[in-house]
């Protein structure tokens, strides 16, 4: 399995980026996929998560109303939409799977629920 982050980059406070992940090496339908990110000295966190099938997303507080999560499944490929970017989003940004289950609602968050993980791709906001 491989998930490979792209779309990462400098951008103003304000601003916007899109990332994508693509996933190859799985039945990506699927899956559920998640975004988390990890800053200097920080653990990593839970951004934002979508289901394999229903459509169902859940965010982080913090990116609630500025970031939209969404997958194209003929692409194998879960995008992360972030605008009004802040100084406090800059952050490695990390792709991850989960075999799709019943648990969604309450693994979505869950770092240790996730078994697959991409490499990331850095985000970094200038104030």
């Not at 939209?68 to 802040?86: F, G, P």
């Not at 991850?96 to 490499?119: E, H, I, K, L, T």
């Amino acid at each position: 399995v491989q998930l490979q982050a792209s779309g990462g980059g400098l951008v103003q406070a304000g601003g916007s980026l899109r990332l994508s992940c693509a996933a190859s090496g799985l039945t990506f339908s699927r899956y559920d996929m998640g975004w988390f990110r990890q800053a200097p000295g920080k653990e990593r966190e839970f951004v934002a998560g979508i289901r394999w099938i229903g459509g169902n997303t859940g965010y982080a507080d913090s990116v609630k109303g500025r970031f939209i999560i969404s997958r194209d499944n003929d692409k194998n490929t879960v995008y992360l939409q972030m605008n009004s970017l802040k100084p406090e989003d800059t952050a490695v940004y990390h792709c991850a799977a989960r075999s799709g289950d019943s648990r969604w609602f309450v693994a979505f968050r869950v770092v240790s629920s996730y078994g697959y993980w991409g490499q990331g791709t850095q985000v970094t906001v200038s104030s």
